[in-house]
């Protein structure tokens, strides 16, 4: 193990995240987990210098591309990172020589990633290097990078190759053409296109070096080969020598918001880097540090009591926001954000389920963007509706830039068996339809933002809905309406009839819907009317919903208060579970093929769990803690999605020391110890996840009609917990303790009433309440 997460002190103590050894086995984690982006880009952290096994990646939002019989993919772009240095000829390599005072730190509070080491070359030349880069926050089309050598004892040549290699793949697949390569008023620009999708991406290259703070005079040469265009810098350096290199990154593509029809990339990424030199760098990292102060301002959670659980949550949100496009609506964020090609970029309802909440609460004009999205996706929705055989939207279970279904075949391979495994989600899980419309509920319960209900939500709850009209069966045996042939949340079942969680929330889905066109009759009756031309809504078809709505079937608690995951799981085949639950990794695979996986009662992740949380409303308290503690003992956890919502339900139902123990095996999905964990990627959904078992179950908020719900539940560990909220545009800043709740009124708006503990106040003005629970 070596990560020190709880690096830092003073100002920093519990911002730092820290690599203190070298170990090249380890370097696709680390990749990934001090991996940098700024909404627009996403860049992994592979070294400067390269080694073998490395998993380099650069991408930038919202551009696709695919091949024939190939799902389209997030491309892998040029690389600009890679700069060889050479020491008298031998190349910097941390595998061979001596090192000396080795770390790298993501600095989450500043948005920066640094590295540093001595280095002794096998000829006992001794050089001390810093290295630190960041994608600019402020300026969403910039990237830098400094790296700073200094000679300890070391007199001769060094040489240094740096520039474009646009021969990066995405796993062997080339999306880009070999693309323009010039060099204009000194800077190298690189202009590929992606080769399905036809999308221009310009990129410019400012590299400059100075010595002892003066330009540096060196032998620069030009290096071209087929997608390669690099620089090469020969010099030398004495005793106490210092060499600072700039490399600063314009990056454009001709699918940008920003760019004007007819606009050349070209000149675009020149203006970028016009008038940018060292003095410049200090300025532009000024603004990115300051943008990232003034986002923590807003959205930091305090924990007292415990180092890692601090810095796990500010880990987490600052992932967050790098993997947000809140740029463009036209995009949404990839369940790997930007930080590997794992899910090939697309968008699944991790988003909507796991991470817009964060927004909802913290930067609901964020949010905004993320439902947005769904909304400009319609089309796609619609369009795999009519092509399943069935009305409305049917969302993708992938999406992509079009939102029609982007969901791979086939998977990884049994190993009993030594067949690829049919992914059947893009078939049959249908359930991410009603999360996204819980998702926009939850967005109008919060904000009470009626223009973006009117403008898009409306509509596409209302299509959403009709897709599910369509799809519940009629089973005239027993006069009820039934969903077969299903998956929900979890992923070992498949094929299922009734699945509990995917039936209650339709029915949630149907109930809402008729709240909506109910409320907009007696409200709003011009639009009311306007809408339902648009959408060809008729009387006969909101009167199927209601009848469909009360004769959905929903499976019931049993005797002991059980609810069936799906219609036939209590005659599946249990099996003790202990040792794999103990494992970070997925034994059970092991164990048992494929098919003896799906005919157990072996749960994946919160399916009737995660039905709990989100409608708890339908449940006696009791049914919710018998289902939660029958349905844990069950569950592998073996998706990221899952330990953060059993510690939300745990808490809720006094299961404190259940809940703190599944909110810290949620915090090191990525932070842990298996140096496996993220080779392709971040967890995105587990990020948000955490946010949620932190504000929803230890915070207690919840929203319940027009009121603030808080009921804390504080682990045995914590001894305060402190975060902002916003309630319909007012800004609340909360701190709970094992006493007491403080809230401080920091923007008021409209009146806002607060339950505590079943005890209301109104708020009416910035104020200060302080209560005892």
Do not use: C
């Amino acid at each position: 193990m070596t990560i020190n997460y709880s690096s830092g002190n003073g100002e920093y103590k519990n911002w730092i995240v820290e690599e203190e050894n070298f170990n090249i086995d380890n370097q696709s984690k680390f990749e990934s987990l001090f991996s940098l982006g700024n909404g627009y880009m996403g860049l992994r952290a592979s070294f400067e210098e390269s080694y073998i096994g490395e998993k380099r990646g650069f991408f930038i939002s919202g551009i696709f591309d695919k091949f024939t019989d190939e799902v389209t993919e997030l491309p892998n772009l040029p690389d600009w990172i890679n700069t060889d240095i050479y020491i008298d000829n031998e190349k910097l390599n941390l595998k061979g020589g001596k090192l000396y005072d080795y770390s790298r730190k993501l600095n989450l509070k500043d948005g920066i990633l640094s590295r540093e080491f001595i280095w002794e070359s096998s000829h006992k030349k001794i050089l001390k290097f810093h290295f630190e880069r960041f994608l600019s926050l402020a300026d969403y089309h910039l990237g830098l990078i400094k790296i700073n050598i200094e000679s300890v004892n070391f007199s001769g040549d060094i040489e240094i190759k740096s520039g474009f290699d646009g021969r990066i793949t995405n796993t062997g697949t080339q999306h880009l053409t070999e693309g323009v390569k010039r060099v204009i008023d000194n800077n190298l620009i690189y202009e590929p296109k992606t080769q399905q999708s036809n999308i221009n991406l310009g990129f410019a290259l400012k590299q400059r070096l100075y010595k002892n703070n003066k330009k540096l005079k060196s032998i620069k040469l030009k290096i071209t080969e087929k997608r390669l265009l690099k620089e090469r810098y020969k010099f030398n350096i004495d005793n106490n020598d210092e060499v600072e290199m700039y490399k600063i990154l314009a990056a454009y593509s001709s699918r940008d918001k920003d760019m004007k029809n007819n606009e050349k990339i070209e000149k675009k990424v020149l203006d970028t880097l016009n008038n940018i030199d060292k003095d410049n760098y200090k300025a532009i990292k000024q603004k990115h540090i300051d943008k990232w102060h003034d986002l923590w301002n807003d959205m930091d959670i305090k924990i007292s009591g415990n180092d890692f659980d601090q810095l796990a949550i500010r880990f987490a949100q600052y992932h967050l926001i790098q993997m947000t496009p809140d740029h463009d609506a036209r995009i949404s964020i990839p369940a790997k954000g930007l930080s590997g090609e794992g899910y090939k970029g697309h968008v699944f309802w991790d988003t909507d389920s796991f991470i817009t909440p964060f927004y909802i609460y913290t930067f609901p004009e964020i949010a905004k963007k993320l439902l947005k999205y769904r909304y400009l996706t319609l089309d796609g929705a619609k369009k795999k509706a009519k092509e399943n055989g069935y009305k409305g939207a049917m969302f993708a279970w992938e999406s992509a830039d079009t939102g029609e279904e982007t969901t791979p075949k086939y998977g990884a391979v049994d190993l009993l068996t030594g067949e690829e495994i049919r992914i059947l989600s893009g078939d049959i899980q249908h359930h991410i339809t009603a999360d996204i419309q819980y998702a926009i509920n939850q967005y109008y319960e919060v904000t009470d933002d009626l223009n973006f209900m009117k403008a898009y939500g409306f509509e596409t709850f209302i299509q959403a809905t009709r897709f599910w009209a369509s799809r519940v069966e009629y089973n005239i045996d027993e006069d009820r309406y039934e969903i077969s042939n299903i998956m929900g949340p979890d992923e070992y079942k498949e094929h299922v009839d009734n699945n509990s969680y995917t039936n209650y929330l339709v029915y949630w889905q149907f109930d809402k819907a008729l709240e909506y066109l109910d409320f907009l009759k007696n409200s709003s009756e011009k639009y009311f009317k306007e809408l339902k031309k648009r959408v060809n809504l008729k009387e006969k078809e909101i009167e199927d919903w209601q009848k469909k709505k009360e004769k959905l079937y929903l499976l019931k608690p049993d005797k002991n208060l059980v609810i069936e995951q799906f219609e036939g799981y209590k005659d599946l085949k249990e099996i003790n579970l202990d040792k794999y639950k103990k494992s970070e990794t997925k034994e059970v695979f092991n164990d048992m093929g494929w098919e003896e996986i799906k005919n157990t009662k072996v749960i994946k992740q919160a399916d009737l769990v995660m039905l709990l949380y989100l409608l708890e409303d339908m449940f006696d308290k009791e049914v919710i803690k018998k289902n939660y503690n029958y349905y844990e003992a069950l569950t592998t956890h073996d998706s990221s999605l899952s330990q953060s919502i059993h510690a939300a339900v745990a808490s809720r139902v006094n299961e404190s020391k259940k809940a703190y123990g599944h909110f810290k095996k949620a915090a090191k999905v990525d932070l842990g110890k298996d140096m496996k964990s993220s080779n392709e990627g971040l967890h995105a959904a587990s990020f948000g996840g955490l946010w949620q078992s932190i504000v929803f179950g230890f915070g207690g908020v919840r929203i319940k009609g027009k009121e603030l719900y808080i009921k804390p539940k504080l682990p045995e560990k914590w001894n305060l917990i402190s975060f902002n909220i916003i309630i319909r545009k007012n800004k609340l800043n909360i701190n709970i303790t094992k006493e007491k709740i403080i809230i401080k009124v920091l923007e008021f708006k409209s009146d806002l009433v607060i339950n505590i503990d079943n005890k209301k106040i109104t708020i009416k003005e910035k104020s200060e309440i302080i209560r005892k629970y």
